[in-house]
């Protein structure tokens, strides 16, 4: 399986970031070791003084298809879930200004907590879905799909254009604003629309 990240998906994440709005969607990818299972904690890796949180609602793909169109794309998956796209700031910056890849800011073990449970898109409407993240309790961050610059079926058939999709496969659509650094010690709470859906320490 594969883990498709979404960056600068919502306009006010971007500015935050002093980022240009996107044209196109942009995209990076996290290996199947970046999946941080329900339950377990999230080690701070040493390799960095700067992890933030962004906080993503989470696609999972459970048919296989290359160059899916738009108006296809929502036969190619039936749940949505909650993730955090974990970013090691600091290296990314350093990538950034080097022009390098940013695997090693964003690709990293454990990077990419995952909620146990993924809802029925049947459930839930798509234009108007809300999620949060909490942070020891403070809310922290808080979105909406309908916030997304590129919606989730434009971006399937944006991604298989370049790559087949597989069952199983896992798009993190992008984080709205409100990014932030954790520290050891950190409890961090994601629900979509009120009901939680992770739970992670950091440890
Ligand atoms: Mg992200």
């Known amino acids: 399986m594969k883990i498709i990240c979404i960056g600068r998906n919502y306009t006010k994440h971007a500015k935050e970031m002093d980022a240009d709005i996107p044209t ?3 995209f990076f990818m996290k290996p199947d070791i970046a999946l ?4 377990r904690p999230f080690f701070y890796p040493e390799f960095s003084r700067d992890i933030h949180f962004e906080c993503e609602l989470v696609v999972k793909i459970d048919r296989v298809g290359k160059n899916i169109a738009e108006k296809f794309a929502h036969k190619y998956y039936s749940e949505i879930g909650l993730g955090i796209d974990f970013t ?3 290296l990314q910056r350093k990538c950034k200004e080097k022009g390098h890849p940013w695997e090693i800011a964003k690709s990293f073990e454990g990077s990419a907590p995952i909620s146990k449970e993924f809802i029925p898109k049947k ?4 234009d108007d879905l809300p999620f949060t993240l909490k942070k020891n309790g403070e809310l922290v961050q808080g979105g909406n799909a309908n916030d997304m610059i590129f919606k989730i079926d434009v ?5 298989s254009q370049f790559m087949t999709l597989k069952k199983g496969d896992l798009i993190f659509t992008g984080t709205p604003e409100g990014v932030g650094p954790i520290a050891i010690g950190d409890e961090l709470i994601g629900s979509i629309g009120g009901r939680e859906m992770f739970k992670v320490k950091v440890k």
Do not use: F
């Not at 941080?36 to 339950?39: A, Q, V």
């Not at 459930?123 to 798509?126: A, F, M, P, Q, T």
């Not at 971006?155 to 991604?159: F, K, N, Q, S």
């Open 123 to 126: 459930e839930l409407n798509l």
């Open 36 to 39: 941080l299972r329900p339950g």
């Open 24 to 26: 196109a969607p942009m």
């Open 155 to 159: 971006l399937i058939e944006y991604i």
């Open 88 to 90: 090691a700031r600091d």
